[in-house]
């Protein structure tokens, strides 16, 4: 069997989440009316915890022949025990546990079903609802069968996402011969599509990622691009320290025998499924776990985790289910721009739901050092990254303003009061108050007109019944983006309007700080 992993195909579903539609602002003026902007954040009325789907994986591309056996589980065939995950879980050692394998249809109807890990009976919040040995679960210890090696190639040239895939694309190339072959064939079921049925946009094509125009989510995306090219030059590392691992495969060596496009594709996948576990050696801490990731759904807000235990990962619900019920796992405290990123959907509950802004003090600046000194007092840098998180946008404008405050100060008295003095720099003058939060208006109203859409737009977009998978997800990243800026900008201006003097000009500052 070729190990060449096919495309993966655009065309899949999302759950549409109704908002309150916000538009762009054009300009400052219009925001002095504080009922000019909504600040007002809707409810979602669906949420992805309940979703049957889950992140998808990988290797696409088995034969014809195999991709067309699209029987259920629950129905399989005497004599085709080698496709179905669970019999072959079951037949390697998995110990009696409270799930099983159900599957959904998939948006595009030329694709097989969806498997997803359901509860089989009952379960309360406390329950293991299974236990996989570590005979069955792939990581780095296991592939290199040496701890020390994991360590020195993970420490020096490749990620562990990067050897992992490595290795199953070589496994894949064994076909039926790979002892991991129904795993392998389970990850090419789910063709590397997070709970959207999306893949991460680190596979999207150029014209696709101008979906996410004006996020920065964009560039990160074009940064881990550059990164896994980086890595795929590195992969013959691996065949050369590793020798003995590889000696079974009568392969040519990795960047001859594997394309970079498919490596990323592997890599894509084999990230959008890797379980990261705790207090295990550096040699365990990524693994790969057969009824984890894609099976099970990813959420945000839930506090189940997979968890190694004596011999084994194991699963302990942190809810009830009812039997049937699709079994959630957390994915850890990343925005939605990471989870776009690394799994392909997003979470419009996520608490952990966050954007940047970067201010750094203008070096230009005479009074520079003294003003980084006081900054680095205060738990700031000269180059200062602010996190704007859901829900908590006001307070991250106070939080910005002492540090920009100090950035504007120019009189050295004035800058000698401040280094004596203990605590944040305290407000100044109206007129430099005004120049402060003027230039935080302006810089919230520029972030938000960088993107192509209005709120207004979006909100449309999203129910858009034939939309692209693609730009729905991407849509609702930006979405959630803008509410966050507007209220951002809504904060800021309240704060205007409370000035004692709305009319005051703001006062000149040669060495404003800078935001981006």
Known sequence: MEGIITCFHPKCVSLPIRSSPLSRVSSLSQLRNRNSLSSSRSVPQRSLCVSSSSSDTLLAGGSSKEDERQSKISSRKEGDDTGDLKHWLDKNGLPPCKVLLKERPAHDQNHKPIHYVAASEDLQKGDVAFSV?????VTLERVLGNETIAELLTTNKLSELACLALYLMYEKKQGKKSVWYPYIRELDRQRGRGQLDVESPLLWSEAELEYLTGSPTKAEVLERAEGIKREYSELDTVWFMAGSLFQQYPFDIPTEAFTFEIFKQAFAAVQSCVVHLQNVSLARRFALVPLGPPLLAYCSNCKAMLTAVDGAVQLVVDRPYKAGDPIVVWCGPQPNAKLLLNYGFIDE?????????EAALSTDDPQYQDKRLVAQRNGKLSQQVFQVRVGKEKE????????????YMSDP??????????????SMSPCMERAVLDQLADYFMRRLAGYPTTLKEDDALVYYPSLNPRKRVATRLVRLEKKMLAACLVA???????LPDTTISPCPAPYAPSLK
């Not at 000698?416 to 720099?425: A, C, E, L, M, Y």
């Open 133 to 137: 040995p570590d005979s069955l679960v």
């Open 349 to 357: 509950d996520n608490p952990y739901d966050r954007i940047i802004v």
């Open 396 to 407: 991250a404008v106070q939080d910005m303003l002492p540090y920009l405050r100090l950035g």
């Open 413 to 426: 008295a004035e800058m000698q009061s401040v280094i004596s003095s203990q605590g944040p720099v305290c």
């Open 492 to 498: 800021t201006v309240d704060l205007l309007n409370e």
